[in-house]
C-alpha cells in the first residue's frame, strides 16, 4: 500500500485542503494539486501547517 505525505493548506468549516508533499509529488507536479477531505476523515487537533501521513486508509499527524 502507498504512503502519501500532505500538509494542510487550509481548514475551510468542514472540510480540509491538503496539499502533498512526498517525493513523488514532487517528482511528477502532483504537489500543485489539492485535495479537498473531510475533517471527520482527519485526527481532531489538526490546523492549518498540520503535516499528515496517509496510509492504510487512514490519516495520522506526522511529528516534525
Same mark, same amino acid.
Given at each position: 500500500?502507498?504512503?502519501? *505525505?500532505?500538509?494542510? *493548506? *487550509?481548514?475551510?468549516?468542514?472540510?480540509?485542503? $491538503?496539499?502533498?508533499?512526498?517525493? =513523488?509529488? @514532487? =517528482?511528477?507536479?502532483?504537489?500543485?494539486?489539492?485535495?479537498?477531505?473531510?475533517?471527520?476523515? @482527519?485526527?481532531? =487537533?489538526?490546523?492549518?501547517?498540520?503535516?499528515? $501521513?496517509?496510509?492504510?486508509?487512514?490519516?495520522?499527524? $506526522? *511529528?516534525?
Amino acid at each position: 500500500m502507498n504512503k502519501f *505525505e500532505y500538509i494542510i *493548506e *487550509e481548514i475551510d468549516g468542514d472540510y480540509a485542503h $491538503l496539499r502533498r508533499t512526498d517525493t =513523488e509529488a @514532487l =517528482e511528477t507536479g502532483a504537489d500543485q494539486e489539492h485535495k479537498l477531505v473531510a475533517r471527520a476523515l @482527519l485526527p481532531p =487537533e489538526i490546523a492549518e501547517g498540520t503535516r499528515l $501521513l496517509y496510509e492504510w486508509m487512514q490519516y495520522s499527524i $506526522l *511529528e516534525s
